[in-house]
C-alpha cells in the first residue's frame, strides 16, 4: 500500500485523537503483532555471517536452542535460548535487555529475569580478563532466579561457541518461535512491577 494513500489519523497529537482514530492505530498494531514472527526469524538471519568467534552469532544461538532443546526444556525456554542474544540485532550495548524487553509479553517471569540479566551472567566466565569483577552476579544471589540464569549461562550459553557441535537448523525452531509468538501478549499497559 502507498503511504500517500493509506488511512491516518486525525490527530497530530494524541490528546486530540478519537476512538475511531485510535480504532485504526490498533488494527495497524495487531497487523504488527500477527507478523512479529517473522520479523523476528528475519533478524536472526541478520546474525548470520562474520563474527570474532569460531561461529556466527546465529550458529551461537542455534546451538543454545539445541542444548536446551536436547537437555528436555520446553518450548518456552527453547525459544529464550534461541532468542537470548537477539538484542544484537538493534542495541548491542544492551543486548540483554533488549532480547527480554522483546519476549516479555509472551514468557514467564523466570525466563524474562534469565534473558534479562544473562549478560551479567555470563561475565562469570570473562569479567577477569577484563579487570571486572566475575562475580558480579552474586550481587543477585538471592534472587529466586538467580540459580536458573546460572545454569543457563554454565549450560545453554558460555559453551554453544563449538563448531563441531551437532547443531539443529533455524527450520527446527521456526515452528517455536511462531507457536510463543502466536500468544496473546500479557497486558503491555500493566505498571511494570517486576524489575
Not at 64 to 89: K, M, P, Y
Not at 144 to 164: G, H, I, K, L
Request: hydrophobic share 35%; glycine share 4%.
Amino acid at each position: 500500500m502507498n503511504p500517500s494513500t493509506a488511512r491516518t489519523v486525525s490527530f497530530t497529537a494524541m490528546a486530540d485523537g478519537t476512538a475511531a482514530d485510535y480504532e485504526l492505530v490498533f488494527v495497524h498494531e495487531q497487523a504488527q503483532l500477527d507478523t512479529q514472527a517473522d520479523r523476528i526469524l528475519d533478524w536472526l538471519r541478520q546474525m548470520d555471517g562474520p563474527s570474532p568467534y569460531q561461529v556466527s552469532r546465529l550458529d551461537h544461538v542455534l546451538q543454545s536452542a539445541t542444548r536446551a532443546e536436547r537437555d528436555g526444556a520446553d518450548t518456552e525456554t527453547i525459544v529464550c535460548a534461541l532468542l537470548h542474544d537477539i538484542g544484537d540485532v538493534i542495541g548491542t550495548a544492551n543486548h540483554s535487555q533488549v532480547a527480554a524487553a522483546l519476549l516479555r509479553p509472551y514468557v514467564c517471569e523466570r525466563n524474562w529475569w534469565v534473558v534479562q540479566h544473562h549478560g551479567l551472567f555470563q561475565g562469570y566466565y570473562y569479567f577477569d580478563h577484563l579487570g571486572l569483577d566475575p562475580n558480579a552476579r552474586d550481587t543477585l544471589r538471592d534472587h529466586p532466579y538467580y540459580d536458573d540464569t546460572v545454569r543457563f549461562c554454565a549450560e545453554w550459553d558460555q559453551n554453544c561457541f563449538d563448531p563441531s557441535y551437532p547443531t539443529k537448523p533455524l527450520a527446527n525452531f521456526e515452528p517455536l518461535v511462531r507457536e510463543v509468538f502466536a500468544r496473546p501478549p500479557g497486558d503491555m499497559f500493566a505498571i511494570d512491577q517486576r524489575a
